[in-house]
């Protein structure tokens, strides 16, 4: 899952999507405040922003991808939220920009211990916005995309006040098999058909598995996915979605023709479903 897909998300999905749908900008001006939240032993350097308006407001965090992120990466995606009602917590990922902490990629010998502290850090953004003064504390929410489908249900077992999630391309296979497919067709024109074909036969590490954190989510979450991605291998992680989703409030929203980077247009879809998490 590389950073440049990562960018790609943001730049395509983001960025152009944070000028459609059809919302009504709230009355009077947003405002954004910045410092340092505890997680543990460190400290995460953060951002909200608050939309114009009347709270209290539902506020979400949200939770990066892979790659030394900072918060500035995330602001085309707070400006859409913030647009819509939604104060928006972001935060630099930490032992990046002005996060204390070591910074560390994640592969399959260290995933089983960096998704769980990484989700740490987005359970301690929660538990900030639940004591911030003008925010509904019944609304709360984590947003994010890419590695964040592996941090994000993590989280949620964590922060108990989650009351709903956005995983915008997210796996729900193990780290060892989401590296094994971006290894073969990331940087390849290799058919993404024989590639979910070659992971059948996967045997190597498996690193860290979401699937016994999924099975503890309670809240409604809700997944997006492009089948001609090649970065995540789509069809293996629906088929995982298949053997839960019996138990889970898991919605799909999967796009035959959209990649990795998805595209603005998917936030027409997004958005009902958001609003009505939101009108709770």
């Known amino acids: 899952m590389s950073t440049s897909r990562l960018g790609l998300l943001a730049a395509t999905l983001l960025v152009t999507g944070a000028c459609s749908g059809d919302s009504t900008a709230p009355p009077s001006h947003p405002s954004s405040s910045s410092g340092t939240l505890p997680s543990g032993d460190i ?27 900072t918060r500035d990466d995330l602001t085309p995606l707070s400006r859409l939220l913030t647009a819509r009602g939604v104060a928006v917590l972001r935060y630099d990922k930490r032992g990046v920009g002005g996060s204390g902490g070591a910074y560390s990629g994640v592969g399959v010998a260290n995933s089983p211990e960096m998704i769980p502290l990484l989700a740490s850090d987005a359970a301690a953004a929660v538990d900030f916005l639940a004591a911030e003064p003008g925010l509904d504390v019944e609304r709360l929410g984590l947003v994010g995309g890419s590695q964040a489908g592996w941090i994000i249900p993590v989280a949620a077992t964590l922060a108990p006040r989650v009351r709903f999630a956005v995983i915008l391309v997210g796996p729900t296979v193990s780290v060892g098999r989401e590296i094994y497919y971006s290894d073969l067709v990331e940087q390849s024109d290799l058919p993404i058909d024989e590639a979910e074909e070659a992971l059948l036969g996967f045997t190597g590490g498996e690193g860290f598995d979401p699937l016994p954190y999924l099975d503890q989510v309670g809240i409604p979450v809700l997944w997006l996915y492009g089948l001609m991605d090649r970065s995540i291998p789509t069809r293996a992680c629906l088929a995982i979605h298949r053997t839960i989703e019996d138990a889970h409030d898991f919605p799909l929203l999967v796009y035959e023709q959209l990649g990795h980077a998805l595209a603005p247009s998917v936030w027409s879809d997004v958005y009902p479903w958001l609003d009505e998490r939101l009108s709770e």
């Open 43 to 69: 400290q995460l350097a953060y951002t909200l922003d608050r939309p114009g308006g009347a709270g209290p407001f539902p506020a979400v965090a949200l939770v990066h991808g892979s790659g030394r992120s």
